[in-house]
Nanobody, 123 residues
Framework: EVQLVESGGGLVQPGGSLRLSCAAS????????MSWVRQAPGKGLEWVSA????????YYAESMKGRFTISRDNAKNTLYLQMNSLKSEDTAVYYC???????WGPGTEYDYWGQGTQVTVSS
């Protein structure tokens, strides 16, 4: 059974940092690209970042470039998202998602999602 379990969310002040983790199990983690997607209150899903199977390629939404860093540890079957310089508009539930392929690109499909972790940026 595929499982994706996010952790690391919480309440942080504007300008602060958080590191999200996503523990994966039930599939060969290093065979697939992975992604982070978020959903702000009252809004739809927004793609945040993606990483190829070996971490060699990373991708970011424009508003996250320079502030967020995606990484993975294939030995630990874990995906990470380091978030710095957080803003109130980053408040959302953050989900990790398994990509169907080794790489990521426009139109990439996801087949499994975690339950999400809440990130609240507020003073």
């Amino acid at each position: 059974e595929v499982q994706l379990v996010e952790s690391g969310g919480g309440l942080v002040q504007p300008g602060g940092s958080l590191r999200l983790s996503c523990a994966a199990s039930g599939f060969t983690f290093d065979d697939y690209a992975m992604s982070w997607v978020r959903q702000a209150p009252g809004k739809g899903l927004e793609w945040v970042s993606a990483i190829s199977w070996n971490g060699g390629s990373t991708y970011y939404a424009e508003s996250m470039k320079g502030r967020f860093t995606i990484s993975r540890d294939n030995a630990k079957n874990t995906l990470y998202l380091q978030m710095n310089s957080l803003k109130s508009e980053d408040t959302a539930v953050y989900y990790c998602a398994k990509v169907r392929t080794t790489g990521w690109g426009p139109g990439t499909e996801y087949d499994y999602w975690g339950q999400g972790t809440q990130v609240t940026v507020s003073s």
